[in-house]
């Protein structure tokens, strides 16, 4: 089990992809705008340009929709070309779900050895047979984890922004809407500089702008959902514990995925106790149920 890592976009100028359609949607920060590809069985390239020299450790795409599990990525780049050097070696595309589980939706993330680069290629394969990818979030930098890991306590949950009443007969009305993950914990021996990392975190990304969570970021099953990309929510100050040590409460909500779009209202004649439909002036009324 490795320290659990937070990861600050670098700025992308530009982008381009070989084939498909939408891929300035991959700059915006909803992973429900897509770049999606139209071809499968040969590989597709995403070219990144910083803008200058930067250094990255960690590449995350996130909403992957529908990629097999024979998806393969590679990532290559450097200071001049998008080939110079081999940043990750080919291998799978998917993140490993927890042990039973194959989630239609999921994310791709690298995270090994610093690299110097402006530029970054990123070379995807989706097998003869499945359908072509479409891909909602593309994020890298240089990745921090503290030197010791988050205390005990920390844990996930559940929102949802759908909403419920009860109704005088006893039933409930309800309004159905997406679900999204939370997750909170706690860094209880920061030093100075660690202290002083989250603080510039906090200022640049404040609570409306996108930042990548990792609980744990080894390559292991579940590793899917220990990825939390979103806001952080709820900053609180710092506390200093004493001369060496510093706690931090932090917690952050998920961005809803792609298969937790809210279902649409769907409207219904009303009635009569008859069964008939209600008229009025020769039109049908209708609620929303």
Known sequence: MANMLMLRPVDIVAIAASRGSGVANLLRPSPKEVWVDNAVGTAATIDVDFGSMVVIDSVFL?????????????????????????????????????????????????????????????????PVGSAPLAIGVIMAGDAWQPAYNQEWGAGRGVKDTGSVSRLLSGDFALVEGARYGTYKWTLGDLTDDEADWLHDLAMDRGESRVVLVVEDPDWTPGLRARLHYGLLTGLRPNERRNPAQTRWDCQIEDWASAADRPIPPQSGSITTLGGSPLTFGGEILTIGV
Do not use: C
Request: proline share 8%; no cysteine; glycine share 14%.
């Open 62 to 126: 996130g909403s992957i929709i529908g990629p097999a599990l024979a998806a393969r990525w590679t990532i290559s780049g450097g200071l001049a070309g998008y080939g110079e050097i081999t940043i990750k070696a080919d291998g799978p595309l998917r993140v490993p779900d927890r042990p039973g589980r194959f989630a239609p939706n999921t994310h791709a993330f690298w995270h090994g050895d610093e690299q110097l680069v402006r530029y970054m290629r990123i070379s995807l394969t989706q």
